[in-house]
């Protein structure tokens, strides 16, 4: 009989040591990841509040360049109103060839101007790009008015 209450008690303490050593293994893992989970939270706010950030700048930045490529739109239609007058005081033989070609060059000038209304931010390698087109087709059109010439022939 005392072996066997001896028998027990030894049993008894060898297993209360085992789970009280495997618990404190498993506190040990847990505070890592609690540790962890946290570190990932301040990970995921910062990156929120750079991501607001960079909206914020991107936002800025369109508004701005609006603001200018309205403004060049705005010089594009005065030149196309001067050459609209040159265009009326042509020869009757080329007027109509001049017509068409000033028809062509507002018509690019109002699809500047829609293309700018119409654009909605939706990231920075789609605005990035589309700054970079836009930019390259307003510099052409600008071109194409700077080498708009009227020449009276009778």
Do not use: H, P
Not at 38 to 44: C, F, H, Y
Not at 136 to 152: A, I, P, Y
């Amino acid at each position: 009989m005392k072996k066997t209450i001896l028998t027990m008690a030894a049993i008894a303490f060898i297993a209360i040591t085992a789970s009280t050593s495997y618990g404190q293994n498993i506190d040990k893992k847990s505070e890592k990841a609690r540790e962890n989970i946290l570190e990932g939270k301040k990970d995921v706010i910062d990156a929120k509040q750079d991501l607001k950030v960079a909206q914020k700048d991107s936002v800025a930045d369109y508004q701005n360049f609006k603001k200018e490529a309205e403004a060049k739109i705005l010089n594009n239609e005065k030149s196309l109103a001067d050459l609209k007058v040159k265009v009326s005081k042509a020869d009757l033989k080329d007027k109509a060839e001049y017509e068409k070609n000033l028809a062509a060059l507002k018509q690019k000038n109002e699809n500047l101007k829609k293309r700018l209304v119409d654009y909605k931010l939706n990231g920075e390698t789609k605005w990035s790009s589309f700054k970079t087109e836009y930019n390259n087709d307003m510099d052409e059109l600008e071109k194409e008015l700077k080498n708009f010439t009227v020449e009276n022939k009778k």
